[in-house]
């Protein structure tokens, strides 16, 4: 942990080898991947979208190969070690593993201290707390994914180990931002089947918090399961009102107006039609 001034930051760092969640990997990283890390989440720090930090980056003297292409021609490239910082580093899939593997107990200990150490809005004698926590999540998730399409930025790898419980960008690997209006475009060379191209973003986000909600099921009662699946129902609506508001911002709209959708919508078809 890091404080600064009267804030906790959880210190992690990418590319110093292998750890216990490296599974099958080397645990390095490439210079190129690492600089292009550290560019960007500062950029989105200053975009103004909730993004982990990156506070230093280390050339290594080591070697790492890889095949950047993913088309058979594996190269030596140079490593390197960031030093990224976040306020937490819980993702959906920290629960989702622990709930699949029916670890009930370890997963209610860890959610409370998610909740007791982020989420202060809701307090822990309260039997409807986990209730409470899903319904930010599911907004706060929408919020974010809304402020990467109003900046053209498209994640690469949105599964559940990469969607962070405090809705902040996480884990930048094969990311990129559009230079012209695309809802095709994919910035993963591995992504053959186009899952993560930016048009299914919000779509993807609304599976991977149906995950959330399935891991925590088993500590919910009947009626609040009931009022999670309409809580996850409205992350649409949530998403729609906030991605609106911020292209209407863009347009310097005023107000509201039946046609404003209809204008966002004709001018990013324009966008792609150039």
Not at 115 to 121: D, G, L, R, T, Y
């Amino acid at each position: 942990y890091f404080c600064r001034h009267g804030e906790r930051w959880e210190l992690q760092l990418k590319g110093s080898g292998k750890t216990p969640y490296s599974r099958n990997g080397d645990g390095r990283a490439v210079l190129r991947s690492s600089v292009r890390e550290f560019l960007c989440s500062e950029a989105m720090h200053h975009l103004g979208i909730p993004t982990s930090r990156a506070a230093s980056l280390v050339v290594s003297d080591d070697d790492v190969w890889r095949d950047q292409f993913y088309n058979g021609n594996i190269k030596k490239e140079r490593g390197a070690v960031v030093l990224r910082l976040a306020k937490s580093w819980f993702r959906i899939g920290s629960l989702e593993i622990l709930a699949h593997s029916g670890e009930l107990g370890l997963l209610r200990r860890l959610l409370d201290f998610i909740i007791q150490e982020h989420f202060p809005s809701i307090a822990m004698n309260d039997s409807n707390r986990y209730l409470e926590f899903f319904s930010t999540v599911v907004s706060e998730t929408a919020n974010l994914i809304s402020l990467w399409m109003s900046v053209g930025f498209a994640h690469g790898v949105c599964n559940t180990d990469n969607f962070s419980l405090l809705s902040i960008t996480i884990d930048y690997g094969p990311f990129g931002f559009m230079d012209s209006y695309d809802p095709n475009f994919v910035p993963n060379t591995s992504d053959d089947e186009r899952r993560y191209k930016i048009g299914n973003q919000a779509s993807v986000g609304l599976f991977n918090l149906s995950k959330l909600l399935q891991a925590l099921k088993p500590l919910l009662d009947p009626r609040q399961k009931q009022l999670a699946s309409q809580i996850l129902e409205g992350y649409g609506e949530h998403y729609h009102s906030r991605f609106t508001e911020l292209f209407k911002t863009k347009l310097g709209l005023l107000g509201e107006n039946e046609n404003d959708n209809y204008l966002i919508a004709f001018l990013l078809k324009v966008s792609l039609l150039c």
